[in-house]
């Protein structure tokens, strides 16, 4: 049972990780300092839209020991968040590996390139305060064991949906593919896995993906454009009830899962 609440605990804090994103601050301050992470996740639980958790837990847990792939979106403290949650699979015995995918150019402002993974991780290193040298250190020893793996591809940054990967960069797809599960962080990922489209809201996340399915897929995505797929039947209409502008400013989430076809 407490596996399972930390195993929630850590999806969602990686997924609210994601409203912070300078493409919505203006690159004003939005650090999060002295803050109860946990106790904001409860607090935002009535702004989670789809929540399939138990379904990425399900598939986790029956593997075990397997290979998780993420594919990131922020630098700063979203990173940080995708790090921790690496950090419990790893810790817990979940995965024996996970790989993080990030961008040779950002194609945002805050999008993770290989300088910010890097800088992040020195930076934890040298910390003064001792829990995150700890982990600053601990994390650059999964990297130099193979634990951990960084790697960034031309393809995230170039002008295609993801449906078109196994065509455009067959090498990345074929690399998904040996993954038990592919974790999508943030809304310009969950963009191009949707095509971008005016879908109806209550259009299922799987038939939205066009057959992209290298691995079983999750996506963690504060909704920060028009665009959402797989709600229920009202979702949108109550969301719009109570805030005009529910869709574009980080404030509502999903947790989105499609099995590997």
Not at 83 to 88: G, M, R, S
Not at 91 to 115: C, H, M, N, Q
Not at 153 to 159: N, Q, R, V, Y
Request: proline share 3%; glycine share 6%; hydrophobic share 45%.
């Amino acid at each position: 049972m407490l596996i399972i609440m930390l195993s929630v605990a850590a999806v969602q804090v990686a997924l609210w990780g994601n409203k912070c994103d300078l493409s919505i601050s203006g690159g004003a301050s939005n650090s999060q300092p002295n803050v109860d992470v946990l106790g904001q996740v409860n607090l935002l639980q009535p702004y989670l839209l789809c929540d399939k958790t138990s379904r990425v837990w399900d598939l986790i847990s029956l593997k075990r020991r397997c290979c998780v792939d993420i594919v990131l979106d922020n630098a700063g403290f979203e990173l940080f968040t995708d790090l921790c949650l690496a950090e419990f699979l790893i810790s817990s015995g979940l995965a024996s590996r996970v790989r993080f995918y990030g961008k040779r150019i950002p194609w945002f402002v805050s999008d993770v390139t290989e300088s910010d993974w890097q800088w992040s991780l020195d930076q934890l290193a040298t910390s003064s305060t001792a829990e995150l040298h700890t982990l600053g250190q601990r994390w650059q020893q999964y990297l130099a064991d193979g634990v951990w793996q960084f790697s960034t591809h031309p393809f995230w940054t170039l002008p295609y949906d993801f449906a078109a990967m196994k065509s455009a960069a067959p090498d990345l797809h074929d690399e998904l593919s040996t993954a038990d599960i592919v974790i999508f962080k943030g809304d310009l990922n969950y963009r191009k896995l949707v095509d971008d489209r005016a879908w109806p809201t209550t259009t299922p996340f799987t038939f939205a993906l066009r057959g992209f399915s290298p691995a079983s897929l999750c996506c963690l995505r504060t909704l920060k454009c028009d665009m959402v797929v797989g709600l229920a039947e009202g979702q949108a209409e109550s969301a719009q009830a109570q805030h005009a502008d529910w869709m574009i400013t980080g404030s509502y989430g999903v947790i989105q899962f499609s099995a590997a076809a």
